[in-house]
């Protein structure tokens, strides 16, 4: 695991995209230190337009990325729409399919 972490890391120093985090698991991993600079994790507030509220099973309402939940709800689309109700194994089938 450690030389996984260390391999992660050269990446993530090559592409300039070492962050405080970054160097947190370095020090933990005795890796030597970055050769380029450790920006600062970059986040950003979404704005409501990218959200989509959803009510669950339980009536709590969920907040979700727009992008995430139309990629969802177009999978689950495809699934059921391919398999046959109440045919697991078709439905079985419809999955891998998706995922192929």
């Given at each position: 695991?450690?030389?996984?972490?260390?391999?992660?890391?050269?990446?993530?120093?090559?592409?300039?995209?070492?962050?405080?985090?970054?160097?947190?698991?370095?020090?933990?991993?005795?890796?030597?230190?970055?050769?380029?600079?450790?920006?600062?994790?970059?986040?950003?507030r979404r704005e409501k337009e990218e959200h989509e509220w959803v009510t669950n099973s339980l009536g709590f309402s969920l907040r979700l990325n727009k992008i995430e939940y139309y990629k969802e709800v177009g999978t689950m689309h495809y699934i059921l729409g391919q398999g046959r109700k109440d045919n697991i194994p078709s439905i079985h089938k419809a999955i891998e399919t998706f995922i192929r």
């Open positions: 695991d450690t030389k996984r972490a260390l391999l992660a890391l050269q990446v993530l120093d090559n592409e300039r995209l070492c962050t405080p985090m970054s160097e947190h698991l370095r020090q933990r991993v005795g890796g030597p230190p970055p050769r380029n600079g450790v920006g600062e994790i970059e986040w950003r």
